[in-house]
């Protein structure tokens, strides 16, 4: 989100799709307790017995890139052009529907500098992370809202997606240097 009045939203092309290391089973009392199952944290899966790097092919393992994922379903026959404008129509409500708390925090932080100054203009962002469930119909569910994402690199390929992530919006924006006397 770079600004929130007009409200402006950018989404990154690419993501991590994570998988849990147990093949899923409906929960039930023999199985609520296997996180590996019912989870799909990194975190918690990495340390799984079961765990698959996907390191050297971008189309298996336990994370694996979202337009890896894109490129299996498309293979299926599935229609990942509108899978990808469900999930973004899904983050665009769920942003709109956020706006007004994002403009609250962005005027409150911003209301002490002097009106017609440098600084009066001065473009905040705001990084989300979005964690998305693709139920077996292909719909997305959003799972949570991620206020600060991890820059964790654990592996080449998060840092291969991560590093790319903040590049886009910095090229548009002014840096200042010297001494504001607001």
């Known amino acids: 989100v770079t600004r929130v009045d007009p409200l402006r939203v950018y989404m990154f092309e690419e993501g991590l799709a994570r998988f ?4 899923y089973e409906v929960p039930d009392g023999g199985n609520l307790s296997t996180r590996n199952m019912h989870l799909t944290n990194y975190s918690v899966n990495k340390t799984s017995k079961d765990y698959v790097s996907a390191e050297g092919d971008a189309h298996a393992g336990s994370k694996r890139k979202l337009t890896a994922i894109m490129q299996y379903l498309a293979a299926r026959g599935h229609n990942t052009k509108k899978l990808m404008a469900s ?18 925090t962005y005027y409150t932080a911003t209301s002490r ?45 998060d840092e291969d997606i991560k590093a790319r992530l903040p590049l886009p919006p910095f090229p548009r924006c002014r840096f200042f240097q010297g001494r504001y006397d607001g």
């Not at 979005?130 to 959003?142: G, N, Q, S």
Request: aromatic content about 8%.
């Open 113 to 157: 500098v002097k009106a017609g100054s440098y600084c009066h203009h001065s473009r905040c962002f705001e990084l989300l992370g979005f964690d998305v469930l693709l139920d077996e119909d292909l719909k997305p569910w959003l799972m949570e809202v991620n206020h600060s994402p991890s820059f964790g690199t654990d592996t080449p390929m």
């Open 87 to 104: 999930i973004n129509a899904l983050v665009v409500k769920t942003i709109i529907s956020i706006a007004p708390q994002l403009a609250h």
């Open 20 to 23: 849990a290391t147990v093949k």
